[in-house]
């Protein structure tokens, strides 16, 4: 049903798998911060103070992407998100007593896992309240849009089109269908449709032109003297 989450084993597990992914990197990014703002200048309180401003600013952030749809407040939300996991960056990669690949590594590693597991267990999430969201729906074609009940469908407009012609003793082409019903590339396949389904074959052949009438037809009727 849209807009319930659907709690399947599997996103019960993803779920607290990104629980302790969260915890694990809101530790490390505690130490790492206080230590970083140490280093640089803050006093004991505020380096204290620093790493839980940023914690709590992704825990938010956090929240209000699962929450929200598609839109402004989304984007607000991930601005938030990114913003706070560059502070965790930094606070990690600064605290590093030697600034080695693998310490940057090792030091980089908690606020970029969180990323990956939130933006993860967001897609599972929205797949969860919205099924249909992962299956394919079939697409209306471009030449023909939908439109209202008293307005005639292109594939109709053809159609009436074709019999009038067909009347007159004549066969459309695709591309004149095309223009009739102001469609492209449309039309050729409306008629092999149509050819297919056998609907053309229920008219018949067309009768001749009158301009192919023989005048030997037109004496034998006692038109011509």
């Known amino acids: 049903m849209t807009g319930a989450n659907r709690w399947t084993p599997g996103l019960v597990v993803q779920c607290a798998c990104t629980a302790l992914v969260a915890l694990g990197a809101a530790y490390a990014s505690y130490r790492h911060g206080r230590v970083f703002a140490l280093r640089f200048g803050s006093d004991v309180t505020t380096a204290a103070i620093w790493p839980l401003i940023v914690d709590g600013?992704?825990?938010?952030a956090t929240v209000e992407l699962w929450r929200t749809g598609h839109g402004t407040g989304r984007r607000v939300a991930w601005l938030a998100f990114g913003f706070g996991i560059c502070l965790s960056l930094c606070g990690n990669i600064g605290s590093a007593e030697h600034h080695t690949v693998f310490s940057v590594i090792v030091a980089a590693s908690p606020p970029l896992a969180l990323l990956l597991a939130v933006e993860l267990l967001n897609r599972s999430l929205r797949r969860s309240r919205d099924p249909g969201e992962t299956t394919e729906t079939p697409s209306i074609p471009a030449e023909e849009p939908?439109?209202?009940?008293?307005?005639?469908?292109?594939?109709?407009?053809?159609?009436?089109?074709?019999?009038?012609?067909?009347?007159?003793?004549?066969?459309?082409?695709g591309a004149e269908l095309d223009r009739i019903a102001e469609t492209s590339n449309y039309?050729?396949?409306?008629?092999?449709?149509?050819?297919?389904?056998?609907?053309?074959?229920d008219l018949g052949n067309p009768p001749p032109p009158r301009s192919l009438v023989s005048v030997g037809?037109?004496?034998?009727?006692?038109?011509?003297?």
């Open 57 to 60: 600013l992704l825990t938010i």
């Open 146 to 173: 939908v439109s209202d009940a008293t307005e005639p469908t292109a594939e109709q407009r053809m159609w009436e089109h074709y019999l009038g012609e067909h009347a007159r003793g004549r066969i459309p082409s």
């Open 187 to 201: 039309g050729r396949r409306v008629l092999r449709t149509w050819k297919a389904t056998g609907r053309l074959d």
């Open 217 to 225: 037809d037109l004496t034998s009727d006692g038109d011509v003297s």
